[in-house]
Nanobody, 127 residues
Framework: QVHLVESGGGLVKPGGSLTLSCAASGSILDDYALGWFRQAPGKEREGIACMSTKASITYYIDSVKGRFIISRDNAKNTMYLQMDGLKPDDTGIYYC????????????????????WGQGTQVTVVP
């Protein structure tokens, strides 16, 4: 079981940028499908960016396409979410997640697919 710890959240103005990090321990991230989920106040947790094992396939929800980038650094065993052009609607708690998939590039960017979760980090976008 991989252990995930997020960092990098904060308060930012519209149009600003943040980079979230998710450090993994206990296992090698390269064998995992990865994802970033967001839970806005009063809403369900939704997958905003997901990546297959070996980083060969990525998925973004329409509302973040062209603004967010999911990536991984295998040397640091860390995944990232680069967020540019932030909007108030991006406000929420952001969770990183991983699911062990060493022999498959398939994934579903849904909460039910992923088994390991970080504790979450708050992102607030206000004028």
């Amino acid at each position: 079981q991989v252990h995930l710890v997020e960092s990098g959240g904060g308060l930012v103005k519209p149009g600003g940028s943040l980079t979230l990090s998710c450090a993994a321990s206990g296992s090698i991230l390269d064998d995992y499908a990865l994802g970033w989920f967001r839970q806005a106040p009063g809403k369900e947790r939704e997958g905003i960016a997901c990546m297959s094992t070996k980083a060969s396939i990525t998925y973004y929800i329409d509302s973040v396409k062209g603004r967010f980038i999911i990536s991984r650094d295998n040397a640091k065993n860390t995944m990232y979410l680069q967020m540019d052009g932030l909007k108030p609607d991006d406000t929420g708690i952001y969770y990183c997640t991983a699911e062990y998939r060493p022999h498959s590039y398939g994934f579903d960017c849904l909460p039910s697919f992923f088994g390991s979760w970080g504790q979450g980090t708050q992102v607030t976008v206000v004028p």
